[in-house]
């Protein structure tokens, strides 16, 4: 980037002689003095007036419940009393008599006041578009979009204050900023090939406050980790753990990978096979499905079913190897309080027990039956009637004897 022309066109050195040795002060009438410092006076009183006329405007807007309006007011007071001093520091050192070279100068930190000033209005008004943005996402569910609202503030700001700067250099200064931007772009890739990672995860946490797929508090599973969802950053996402650990998981990871998001189940399904032995009467197996289905409708549990889209299903299942098994399934709502979930099974279970107990139906475990060769009990008939001539053969011939 070249020399600004504003420290290239003055010498300082010349410009130090000019003020002190030139004729500016014997040129100068007293009354020119007298104006200059009453105008700086003047500056001085105006941003003051303008600062308590400004506060007091605010306080009432306030009072009225005038938020953004106050926000405003709050906003332009200092930078426009910046404003009138310049105008005024300006209009006084107009009746200073000044040669072109320092009246330049003078004009050119007079416009570099009178940018600051609005520049510094803009950057204080980035609060109202952050008041507008919060009063937009507090009608939404969701308290990502609450998180977005700071780093939209900050990236107004931080472009606002590049942008200004580089309009000061531009016609301030005059400053070449094509050249300073060319370099800005090489850099800025050299870093961008250097940080992929960092590049990846940045995009990846924005994906996440545009899709949504989980808010804070929520209780989700993430490549393979299962917690509840305390912070979600620009690089990574903290989860805390069952156990009381902290897993940080990269965004970029996040996004590749399968999310899902148990806070916001509607139900809690619960699927169960209830195992009566293979000895219990087919009335009874009737009567243990019977008594499922009257549990599962009495008013006290299935108030938390939606007995309309989905009510509890019982069936006689299958014949399985070591029991028959009785297939029960019900939709507990709502699918959020996991604990009303784990109470609500706890008293069908307990009703299941006492019910089954009282009409002698047995639950089944996993058993084997062994079968010894030449038990009658067990063998077929036609080897229980050979077994029998055989023990009266047995018993013949030891008469015989």
């Keep these: 980037m070249n020399v600004p022309s504003l420290l290239a066109a003055v010498d300082v050195n010349q410009l130090w002689e000019s003020v002190r040795l030139q004729s500016t002060f014997r040129q100068t009438p007293w009354w020119g003095w007298l104006s200059f410092a009453g105008m ?8 003051k007036v303008i600062s308590l006329i400004f506060r007091a405007a605010g ?11 106050q926000i405003v007011i709050q906003s332009l007071s200092r930078p426009l009393g910046l404003i ?3 105008m005024a520091a300006l209009i006084g050192i107009g009746f200073l008599k000044l040669d072109d070279q320092m009246r330049w100068f003078t004009w050119q930190i007079g416009k570099l006041l009178l940018i600051t000033a609005a520049g510094w209005a803009l950057y204080n008004l980035v609060a109202l578009v952050e008041l507008i943005l919060l009063g937009i996402t507090s009608k939404t569910k969701s308290p990502l979009d609450d998180q977005l609202v700071p780093l939209v503030r900050k990236t107004l700001r931080i472009m606002l204050v590049v942008t200004l700067s580089l309009f000061v250099a531009d016609n301030v200064f005059q400053a070449d900023i094509k050249s300073f931007l060319a370099g800005l772009g090489i850099i800025g890739l050299a870093i961008s090939l250097a940080s992929q990672d960092t590049v990846k995860n940045f995009f990846g946490s924005v994906t996440i406050f545009v899709d949504q797929p989980f808010n804070l508090g929520d209780r989700v ?5 299962e917690g509840v969802v305390e912070e979600i950053g620009f690089r990574s996402t903290k989860l805390r753990t069952p156990t009381g650990n902290v897993v940080q998981i990269p965004n970029s ?5 399968t999310v899902e998001n148990v806070t916001r189940r509607r139900n809690i399904r619960r699927n169960m096979a209830i195992s009566i032995t293979y000895d219990t ?3 009874k197996v009737a009567r ?7 549990v599962l409708n009495d008013p006290e549990v299935c108030k938390a ?19 028959l098994n009785i297939r029960v399934m019900y939709w507990f709502h709502p699918g959020t309080d996991y604990w009303a979930y784990m109470a609500h099974a706890e008293q069908i279970n307990l009703t299941l027990l006492r019910r089954f107990n009282d009409e002698k139906i047995d639950f089944a475990f996993p058993t084997q039956t062994l079968y010894i060769a030449g038990d009658a009990g067990r063998a077929p008939v036609s080897m229980r009637s050979m077994a029998d001539n055989a023990t009266r053969e047995s018993d013949t011939s030891g008469l015989h004897e």
């Design 40 to 47: 700086i006076f003047v500056g001085l009183a105006s941003a």
């Design 84 to 86: 009138a001093f310049t």
């Design 288 to 294: 243990a499905v019977a008594i499922l289905r009257e």
């Design 281 to 283: 009467p087919p009335e």
């Design 59 to 69: 306080d009432r807007s306030l009072k009225s419940g005038w938020v953004r309006r």
């Design 305 to 323: 079913f939606d007995m309309e889209k989905l009510p509890p299903r019982v069936a006689f299942e299958e014949l399985a190897g070591s029991s």
């Design 253 to 257: 990871k996040i996004v590749d990978s």
């Design 221 to 225: 599973l993430l490549a393979g980790h």
